[in-house]
T-cell receptor
Framework: DGGITQSPKYLFRKEGQNVTLSCEQN?????MYWYRQDPGQGLRLIYYSQIVNDFQKGDIAEGYSVSREKKESFPLTVTSAQKNPTAFYLC?????????????FGDGTRLSIL | AQSVTQPDIHITVSEGASLELRCNYS??????LFWYVQSPGQGLQLLLKYFSGDTLVQGIKGFEAEFKRSQSSFNLRKPSVHWSDAAEYFCAVGTNTGNQFYFGTGTSLTVIP
């Protein structure tokens, strides 16, 4: 079955450490997205990418970085500059060349501080 | 600017009772509207979507939603709630300018026996 795979499911970060969250999709979708979810705040967009080797900042990009070297993969790095990284991170994708398509979501990664 | 408002942070209903979750949006063009459901520790699952045509759309798990352009609303309904419907529900609007999506802050549903 096609879908989005996020790994790991749980991740712990030490002070000053960068950590990378993986997101892989086999839906042949062009666009991929990273959201941060905090209680009571809904989903906030971190970064999105509509095509390989191109990505755009979302509303809360500071302290995060991404790459899009392959269509299937959109890893998110939480850098040491992100002072409050504890949250639930969701990856999503959609097919932008077919208008009005919904996003498909992975099962998320929960990041905590050690 | 685009935005989505879900005025109810938390709703409690009895099993078997009817349910309506409210969603209001702000978008200058024709909106593309979605409802998603999220179980604890999981991703979002699409319940239903509206793009055009019939303003009453049917979704999975017995849910339906009605688009009312005059009220800028897209409320989610279910005639009889089951205990397994307890979850977080998100309304979202999609645009055709860069494929951006905007989410409400969610409504948490508790179902009591």
């Amino acid at each position: 079955d096609g879908g989005i795979t996020q790994s790991p499911k749980y991740l712990f970060r030490k002070e000053g450490q960068n950590v990378t969250l993986s997101c892989e999709q086999n839906l042949n979708h062009d666009a991929m997205y990273w959201y941060r979810q905090d209680p009571g705040q809904g989903l906030r967009l971190i970064y999105y990418s509509q095509i390989v080797n191109d990505f755009q900042k979302g509303d809360i990009a500071e302290g995060y970085s991404v790459s899009r070297e392959k269509k299937e993969s959109f890893p998110l790095t939480v850098t040491s500059a992100q002072k409050n990284p504890t949250a639930f991170y969701l990856c999503a994708s959609t097919q932008i060349w077919q208008l009005n398509q919904p996003q498909h979501f992975g099962d998320g990664t929960r990041l905590s501080i050690l | 600017a685009q935005s989505v408002t879900q005025p109810d942070i938390h709703i409690t209903v009895s099993e078997g009772a009817s349910l309506e979750l409210r969603c209001n949006y702000s978008y200058g063009a024709t909106p593309y509207l979605f409802w998603y459901v999220q179980s604890p520790g999981q991703g979002l699952q699409l319940l239903l979507k509206y793009f055009s045509g019939d303003t009453l759309v049917q979704g999975i798990k017995g849910f339906e939603a009605e688009f009312k352009r005059s009220q800028s609303s897209f409320n989610l309904r279910k005639p009889s709630v089951h205990w397994s419907d307890a979850a977080e529900y998100f309304c979202a609007v999609g645009t055709n300018t860069g494929n951006q999506f905007y989410f409400g802050t969610g409504t948490s549903l508790t179902v009591i026996p």
